[in-house]
């Protein structure tokens, strides 16, 4: 991780002084068991090249106190990206510069605009490139994406992109280091840490040069704040109809009743999360058995105590909290009366869905499968231009959706109806769609 300032001209040699590093001097701290270091790479009056840049212990970002059977807490790009918590690791080194608490003598250049060419990353986004440059162009810079060759690529996802971000323009120092504070968590969009009201008061402090001028000040505030209840002291909440159903729940209920009508009396529920859909199917009118199966064992406790609360609970089916995943077979769930992929498939990888299919369609062989997606034309209505999560892999429109469908019944066992969940727009359809295969009866053995 990195970060690499440079500028030139008669005054150059004054940024020594704000960024309060003397360069004949080694610059070196360790914050959190990583070692932060600080070296000018040029340093003269007409020429500064400074260099901040973090070595990390990878060991150090696999503890924990979660159970150890879930390891998803050391599967990240913490450790190697420029993100909040390379902020966290670089504050105390930049910290002068940064608050413009200089020494009395070299005050007057705090608001002075230096011609600066920034370079930081690598930058982990699933922001495109035109994206990017609003971000910052319209703060005065302009934008150079630099990209790994392909053969090195970096790509925790398909959907996620990697490159060195470097920005040109003429702005005081303090003021580069502000944007940076809050421009890059918003990039990044996985914050591990917690965010509470401190979170609002460094973004009123790190935005109060520039922030309400912004053309996409709303956007940076939700998604650096991510939370509606901090989101709302800047964003006034607006007035919705109590009437509206949120789109989960309308998910779940749309799903409870199709098995219902169905009949269903034993379910399996994969990828399940902490257990809300299973919660809901066990007030299903009939339904004996259902298995909520999960990967994450964090998940899987809260699903357990979620269904703990269901105990002796009259007309309810307690589900089953189960550990298992798509990726391996397991013969207890073959032949059950549905399976359900509830917004599962798009955090898949395109290339691992025909395998689990083929595994579910023809080994589990199940009288149903309900699949639900998000219809990707559909975000044109959330004035969205990225995926809905961080985590989705793709995202499919209604074409692809049923031509995908189609493709995977490939010995035509199964008829399938195709659905629309959630409000419908009349060129969008609905932001959720759904897919029910049926087992074709003359198929039993």
Known sequence: MQLRIRTSGSNAGKLTHLLAKHPGRRHERHEKKQAVRFTYLRATEEEVDALLYIETDPMTWTVSAESPVDITHYIHDRHIVTSAVFLSLIRSTLGTALNGNVKEEWAEWVDYAFPLDVTVGPVATAYSKQQVEALFEPLGYSVTLDYPQEDATLQETPRKSVFLLNLQGTVPLS?????????????????????????????????????????????????????????????????????KVRLNDSRYEWIAEQLDVQRARSVVDFGAGEGKLAERLAYVPGMESIWAVEPSARALKKAQKRFEALTNRIGCSVPEAVWGSLFYYDSQWKDKDAIVLCEVIEHIEEHRLPTIFNMILHDYFPKRLVVTTPNREYNAVYQLETTRHQDHRFEWSREQFESWCHTMNLHQIYTITFYGIGEEHPHYGCPTQAAIFTRKEWTRS
Do not use: C, M
Request: proline share 6%; aromatic share 10%.
């Open 175 to 243: 003021v580069l280091l502000s944007q940076l504070w809050v421009l890059l968590p918003v990039l990044d969009a996985e914050t591990h840490h917690y965010i509470d009201e401190q979170q609002v008061e460094k973004l009123n402090r790190y935005g109060a040069e520039w922030l309400e001028s912004h053309p996409l000040r709303d956007e940076i505030i939700r998604k650096y704040l991510k939370f509606p209840g901090l989101i709302e002291k800047f964003i006034p909440k607006q007035k919705q109809d109590a009437t």
